[in-house]
């Protein structure tokens, strides 16, 4: 048995900020992007004061840690992204949308499988982001059509894409990461269909899961846009003679109500609208526009003793035999996905309300219950994954569906679908196609395809710059930077020697077995993009020491490092799916956990079968 020799003060600093970052990347208080550039900065600084001598009496360079930003698996990682952009901008996938919700109608069973079936296949091909995105609208629409929860049909259809990514090369950034570390370690380069027969069965037998278990696994829970108890209306309330505030400026008014009166408009006389200035004098006659739920409406006129008049109707007032009417309004769900213009920033900063003609009722996040919190709710900076729910007219939220600049969940009108969409489809095939084919590399081929998307008019350059995640970035070249750190001295390869010899004299399949396992762990608490980088040159390692072929064990940190079912955090889109589905981190737990270990243990089976 191999007796792990003692690591060098270079190799031990090396792991210590491994097992530092690994912390910082599990803190949600703390950015991703702050975490990973102070590990950038601790490795640089670091070997620049404390310079590192290799066994061939070479001094490593600081300046290789930034070596990443040009690495080529990042490339086609970024390039992949804005190109599912393109995607979603022009709605190329939205036919496959309405061909699937057609089925829904004629047997509801057969139809979740189809959606399961379909969004695997493409995310094997395509970032899931553009998936789930295309999916979650018509799965909720199919609940409010047929009156039936979204909350079991969510989450699988979430996971589908997830395993439909395990399968090729380009499905992941994991994938792209874990092969590109590898061929720089000298490994041959896995071919994009090269483990496809693993992934394949595996999944399938995950998609069973899905179809036919899960869904009864999960809580049954009305979605928010079925609950009509916080309408907001458009409401004229009338000064009178005997008004409190008859004679007083506006700001009295507002005082009177608390602050919680939102004047959005004053009309004195049909049509003749007044600036709103707070020392506006207000005069028996005038009118005050605004929106609020009934019971507030009702309120503000008993405090400010006026007459409350429905919109447009100003000759009836509000009353039991009159009440307010809302024909035309509709409320809906709306979610913020990566590159959305919403993302890190509020709805008062974006002019959200003077830009659509929305109200936003309430905020829903990290698996809690919608908190109706329309006073403060503009002033809440926004994070990818946030649902809100608003409300508008019909016309408006049709408005919002073309804009592109959020995810309206419920299909009540058609989806964007424009001229370029099979143009952009077209671009990403062969995208696709040319690295499958072996023409040009991933990243040169999504790099081109990029260009004739932004030349052809299917993306602009302000569609592009917000595909790209300063997180994904930042997370993927601190971890390149720590495995090179690992490599260079001899990190690495000390954990491979501690790992085997905890494994003691077990077979190679039971040490595969256990590494994937361990990667499942890790990605379901930090980054996966951190744990494929960190634990390949370690899997490698592990081989060599076994006197084994590397290539099962690289590929069980890609597949353990894509197993990110049992938590909220450890995939963007499982955010997504948690927020739009209302599920609490349990529920991960209680769906997730059981796909994880169904996933490890046929792999672990398939894995040694197929290539040791």
Not at 373 to 395: A, F, H, K, N, Y
Request: aromatic share 8%; glycine share 8%.
């Amino acid at each position: 048995m191999v007796v792990p020799s003692a690591p060098n003060p270079h190799a031990i600093a090396v792991l210590c900020l491994t097992a530092l970052a690994l912390v910082l990347f599990s803190r949600e208080k703390i950015p991703l992007e702050s975490s990973s550039l102070f590990v950038l900065a601790a490795l640089a600084v670091g070997f620049e004061v404390f310079p590192y001598q290799d066994v061939h009496g070479g001094i490593f360079n600081p300046v290789n840690f930034f070596i990443g930003f040009g690495n080529e698996a990042l490339i086609a990682v970024c390039a992949l992204m804005i190109a599912g952009q393109g995607l979603i901008r022009t709605g190329a996938l939205d036919p496959i949308g309405r061909w699937l919700a057609r089925f829904w109608k004629i047997s509801p069973l057969l139809s979740l499988l189809l959606t399961l079936i379909t969004g695997a296949f493409i995310s094997a091909f395509i970032n899931n982001v553009p998936v789930v995105v295309l999916l979650l609208p018509v799965l909720i629409s199919v609940s409010l059509k047929t009156g039936q929860s979204a909350t079991p049909i969510l989450m699988p259809m979430g996971f589908s894409t997830l395993l439909g990514g395990t399968s090729t090369t380009i499905g992941t950034s994991t994938n792209l990461l874990v092969v590109a570390v590898a061929a720089e370690m000298g490994l041959k380069k896995f071919g994009m269909f090269d483990f496809v027969v693993p992934a394949v069965i595996a999944g399938s037998v995950g998609i069973v899961y899905l179809w036919l278990i899960a869904p009864r696994l999960l809580p049954k829970r009305d979605i928010a846009m079925s609950d009509s108890s916080a309408r907001i209306f458009t409401a004229h309330l009338a000064i009178r003679e005997e008004s409190p505030v008859n004679g007083k400026p506006l700001s009295e008014a507002i005082a009177l109500a608390q602050g919680r009166m939102k004047v959005v408009a004053l009309e004195r006389g049909e049509g003749n609208a007044i600036m709103l200035l707070p020392d506006l004098t207000l005069l028996p006659g005038d009118h005050l526009v605004i929106d609020d739920t009934p019971e507030n409406l009702k309120e503000f006129e008993s405090i400010l003793q006026g007459t409350l008049y429905p919109a447009g109707e100003e000759e009836v007032p509000i009353d039991d035999n009159h009440p307010l009417l809302d024909d035309d309004q509709q409320i809906t769900e709306i979610a913020i996905f990566p590159g959305s213009k919403l993302a890190s920033r509020t709805l008062n900063n974006f002019r959200f309300v003077d830009r659509y003609g929305l109200v936003p009722l309430a905020l829903h996040r990290s698996g809690k219950r919608f908190q109706r919190v329309r006073d403060t709710i503009g002033d809440i900076r926004l994070r990818v994954g946030d649902i809100l729910l608003v409300q508008g007219p019909r016309e408006n939220i049709t408005d919002l569906k073309n804009s592109t600049d959020v995810l309206v969940l419920d299909s009540t009108s058609d989806l964007p679908y424009s001229k370029k969409a099979p143009l952009a489809m077209g671009i990403m095939l062969a995208i696709i196609l040319a690295a499958a084919f072996g023409l040009l590399p991933i990243a040169i081929s999504a790099t081109c395809g990029i260009l004739l998307m932004i030349l052809t008019g299917c993306l602009g350059w302000r569609d592009a710059t917000r595909a790209v995640s300063a997180q994904v970035i930042l997370i993927v070249v601190a971890s390149l930077a720590l495995g090179s750190a690992m490599l260079s001295t001899g990190g690495a390869e000390y954990l491979g020697q501690v790992f085997v010899r905890l494994f003691g004299q077990a077979s190679p399949t039971i040490v595969i077995s256990g590494l994937m396992i361990l990667m499942a762990v890790f990605t379901n608490i930090i980054s996966n993009n951190a744990t494929a980088v960190i634990g390949t040159p370690i899997a490698i390692s592990i081989a060599h020491q076994l006197g084994q072929p590397p290539e099962p064990f690289v590929l069980a940190v890609l597949f353990g490092a894509n197993l990110s079912f049992s938590t909220p955090m450890a995939y963007k889109t499982n955010l997504i799916v948690m927020n739009a589905g209302e599920y609490s981190f349990a529920d991960f737990l209680k769906v997730g956990t059981p796909l994880v270990l169904l996933m490890w243990i046929i792999l672990s089976f398939l894995l040694p079968l197929q290539f040791l």
